[in-house]
Antibody, heavy 119, light 115 residues
Framework: EVQLVESGGGLVRPGESLRLSCAAS????????MSWVRQAPGKGLEWVGR??????????DYAAPVKGRFTISRDDSRKTLYLQVNSLKSEDTAVYYC??????????WGQGTLLTVSS | QAVLTQPSSLSASPGASASLTCTLR?????????MYWFQQKPGSPPQFLLR?????????GSGVPSRFSGSKDASANAGILLISGLQSEDEADYYC?????????FGGGTKLTVL
């Protein structure tokens, strides 16, 4: 069974940084392209970015609102996906979901972790 | 103008069928696009429903009832999620998604009410 478990969210002040994690199991993590998707309170889904597998170059793509501030990385030995979020703004407040492109795109989702940016 | 446009809300009766549309911006031809559909209930993460490009290129998510199906309306430049035999448990938000110029793009979502 595919499982994705996000962690690391919390309350931070504008301008601060945080690292979110996503622990994966139940599928060949090292072969999977992985994405982060966020959802602001009461709003729709917004793709944040993705990372390809190491065999596909481990390249990353980011949505325009986060490019240059957010960094996605992965540790295949730990089967863990990361999202480093820097220079946080109030508009980054959202539930952050980890999802996989293994199989069909975004066929599996974690429960999400809430990041609140407020002074 | 947004890449994907969904009506904000839709109501339908139990047992009826509901057709949820997702329209691509007029300068983007839906022809080659795979469209993905997700269901989200309050307090829960999104759930993958299906992917549809054509009748020969489609995929229903694991455990998703066959009451859910996808199609395209080329004349409307839109993807369609059809839910037949509506049940109260189908009341949820529904999102469409496509891969467009190096980005995954979501529609704004449709709130489906079953009453």
């Amino acid at each position: 069974e595919v499982q994705l478990v996000e962690s690391g969210g919390g309350l931070v002040r504008p301008g601060e940084s945080l690292r979110l994690s996503c622990a994966a199991s139940g599928f060949p993590f090292n072969d999977a392209w992985m994405s982060w998707v966020r959802q602001a309170p009461g709003k729709g889904l917004e793709w944040v970015g993705r990372i390809k597998s190491k065999s596909d170059g481990e390249t990353t793509d980011y949505a325009a609102p986060v490019k240059g501030r957010f960094t996605i990385s992965r540790d295949d030995s730990r089967k863990t996906l990361y999202l480093q979020v820097n220079s946080l703004k109030s508009e980054d407040t959202a539930v952050y979901y980890c999802t996989t492109e293994w199989g069909s795109a975004m066929e599996h989702w974690g429960q999400g972790t809430l990041l609140t940016v407020s002074s | 103008q947004a890449v994907l446009t969904q009506p904000s809300s839709l109501s339908a009766s139990p047992g009826a069928s509901a057709s949820l549309t997702c329209t691509l911006r007029s300068d983007i031809n839906i022809g080659p696009y795979r469209m993905y559909w997700f269901q989200q209930k309050p307090g829960s993460p999104p759930q993958f429903l299906l992917r549809y490009n054509s009748d020969s290129d489609k995929h229903l998510g694991s455990g998703v009832p066959s009451r859910f199906s996808g199609s395209k309306d080329a004349s409307a430049n839109a993807g369609i999620l059809l839910i037949s035999g509506l049940q109260s448990e189908d009341e949820a938000d529904y999102y469409c998604m496509v891969w467009h110029t190096s980005d995954w793009v979501f529609g704004g979502g449709t709130k489906l009410t079953v009453l």
